[in-house]
């Protein structure tokens, strides 16, 4: 048996990338705040896109890394927080915009679900491979859509169709190179701890 495997060993399933901190309740109380305001900066790398009322943003990887990294619980507080705040007028949505009359809001809303599919999914490793990590940020992601499209048909009166064209399809292509480098950093960040542990 290689001494080199043993670190691996105590990286045990059940964990998230926050576990590996040390344990208190103001690393959970840091994490959840740093979680949200994560979410809330990369909210504002935001791309309009033509004829959606929806932007191309940094805020569903964002919300998809901060619930894998901290787990279902953590992860669902900080995005709660995240969408509390923004709907209480902190201008941290998309394109600095704040509040819930927004169309764009019911992708918040899947965040925050999303946000604790995914922890819950990485409580069972699913960040740990490259194909796991892609299966779950696909399912992350698919959970955003179904909360944010239709709640985006509702809010401005389009058809499912119609919102399906203005608030999934032009988002694809992005989400793929979202999932492409949680696919590199998740697992590298596994395999850097296994090396530290």
Do not use: C, E, H, N
């Amino acid at each position: 048996m290689s001494t080199a495997a043993a670190p691996a060993r105590t990286l045990r399933t059940g964990t998230v990338l926050a576990d590996l901190l040390p344990s208190s309740r103001a690393r959970d109380i840091a994490l959840v705040a740093g979680g949200a305001a994560l979410t809330g900066l990369a909210a504002q790398l935001s791309v309009p896109v033509p004829g959606s009322p929806v932007p191309v943003s940094g805020q569903t990887f964002a919300a998809l890394l901060v619930g894998t990294a901290l787990g279902a619980r953590r992860g669902f507080l900080a995005l709660a927080l995240y969408a509390v705040a923004g709907m209480a007028g902190v201008p941290w949505f998309a394109q600095g915009s704040s509040g819930y009359a927004m169309p764009s809001f019911g992708y918040v809303l899947g965040m925050l679900l999303a946000a604790t599919v995914v922890g819950a999914l990485a409580r069972r490793g699913a960040d740990r491979s490259v194909l796991r990590t892609a299966g779950t940020m696909v399912l992350g992601s698919a959970v955003i859509y179904a909360v944010g499209v239709p709640y985006l048909a509702l809010a401005t009166g389009m058809t499912l169709g119609q919102a399906v064209a203005a608030g999934l399809t032009p988002f694809l292509i992005g989400d793929a190179l979202k999932a492409a480098l949680a696919m590199g950093a998740l697992p590298a960040a596994w395999k850097l701890a296994g090396r530290k542990g």
